[in-house]
């Protein structure tokens, strides 16, 4: 089935028009890379399979974020979950790495993949620290989490896959097996352009989309998923309670922010989930980050330690016009949660398990 985008369904969310690629690459110089990992067919047994993961990549700059970091902050709607890193990002308001998604069991490898590369691409010798920023999903109804089957090759693959332009969404890197609202989910992104001033910024969110309950999803405004049952298109089982799972979502932008300001439009976050849906449920990890890539180069790094390193001056908004990015994070995160839901294809996996694609046919005619 040919994957469509919302705005292709003439969805829209909100009035603020849309970047260029409609992704959080529409910041320039951020980059998305994955790597997908799909193998084994049938019941398997853990270690063996059948696998359905992987990892994305997200890099915020193209340059090395240890010596060019980044204002950010996090917020969490809900803390079943695992985002690594954010306790630094808390203490010093800054981004010093990638941001890399995956699942549950493997994100500790993915944390030292990272960690690993920048020390060779540092040539570091024992002489700094490292603290990447990892997040995850629980893809274990279609993988074999238990298996841990990503790999630091696997890291390295995204790495080296991030670009910018058009990012491929749904079964893909971290998301390849995550289910969304009882559909097949998985990696989803959309951006928006907001002029302040004389000057036009862009805001792109990402999301790992693995949350939700059926009944509760919500498309620009239409109860989708009352309409579309579970007697019509059937929901994976498992034992898990109904809305288990997670969302991590990353905001970029270059407008300028100072770290407080970053942590304000991560928790916006969950109010565009909410729209589509999202309740925070007690199992649900719903962990956020967001960051301003308008201070690159001139945030000193903590390794630089000169005297003429120990002021330096930076642009930020006000309070205002901070407020006036708020709707565009909202109107991004939403639709980034359908347009997980519209690339997503039907995955068959682990133990004959079955997340089925949101029908674009169903939801044409509920849309109208």
Same mark, same amino acid.
């Given at each position: ?150 790999? @630091? ?5 995204? =790495?080296? $896959? /991030? *670009?910018?332009?058009?990012?491929? %969404?749904?079964?893909? +890197? ?123 180069? @001139? ?5 630089? =330690?000169? $005297? /003429? *390193?120990?002021?330096?001056?930076? %642009?930020?908004?006000? +309070? ?49």
């Amino acid at each position: 089935m040919e994957r469509r985008r919302a705005e292709q369904f003439g969805l829209a969310f909100g009035d603020l028009p849309r970047g260029r690629w409609n992704a959080i690459t529409d910041v320039p110089n951020v980059a998305v890379g994955h790597s997908t990992i799909i193998s084994e067919e049938g019941a398997g047994r853990s270690g063996r399979g059948p696998v359905r993961t992987g990892v994305t990549v997200i890099r915020p700059h193209d340059g090395d974020p240890v010596d060019e970091p980044l204002f950010a902050g996090f917020h969490r709607l809900n803390g079943n979950g695992e985002l690594t890193g954010v306790q630094w990002i808390a203490e010093s308001g800054l981004l010093t790495s990638e941001i890399g998604l995956t699942n549950t069991h493997s994100v500790g490898l993915v944390r030292d993949a990272l960690a690993a590369e920048a020390i060779r691409r540092r040539r570091t010798r024992g002489d700094q620290w490292y603290l990447p920023v990892v997040g995850e999903t629980w893809d274990g109804i279609l993988n074999d989490i238990d298996g841990q089957h990503v790999k @630091a090759s696997h890291v390295r693959a995204a =790495l080296a $896959a /991030a *670009a910018s332009g058009p990012v491929p %969404e749904g079964n893909v +890197g971290g998301g390849t097996g995550m289910i969304c609202h009882g559909f097949k989910g998985g990696i989803g992104t959309s951006s928006r352009l907001i002029e302040i001033g004389d000057r036009t910024y862009a805001v792109g969110v990402l999301l790992q989309a693995n949350h939700g309950r059926r009944e509760r999803l919500v498309i620009a405004g239409h109860p989708v998923g009352r309409l579309i049952p579970d007697a019509e298109v059937p929901i994976p089982r498992s034992e898990l309670p109904a809305g288990a799972g997670s969302v991590i979502g990353v905001v970029a932008t270059d407008a300028p922010l100072l770290p407080h300001q970053c942590r304000r439009l991560a928790q916006r976050v969950g109010l565009g989930i909410a729209r589509a849906g999202a309740a925070g449920e007690n199992s649900s990890g719903d962990l956020f980050v967001a960051f301003s890539t308008a201070g690159r180069g @001139a945030i000193p790094p903590d390794h630089n =330690l000169t $005297a /003429a *390193a120990q002021v330096f001056a930076v %642009e930020a908004l006000n +309070g205002p016009a901070v407020g006036a990015l708020f709707d565009a994070v909202i109107d991004a995160a939403e639709e980034a949660v359908v347009n997980a839901l519209l690339a997503a294809d039907t995955m068959r996996g682990r133990g004959g398990a079955v997340a089925y694609a949101l029908p674009h046919d169903r939801l044409a005619r509920i849309i109208g």
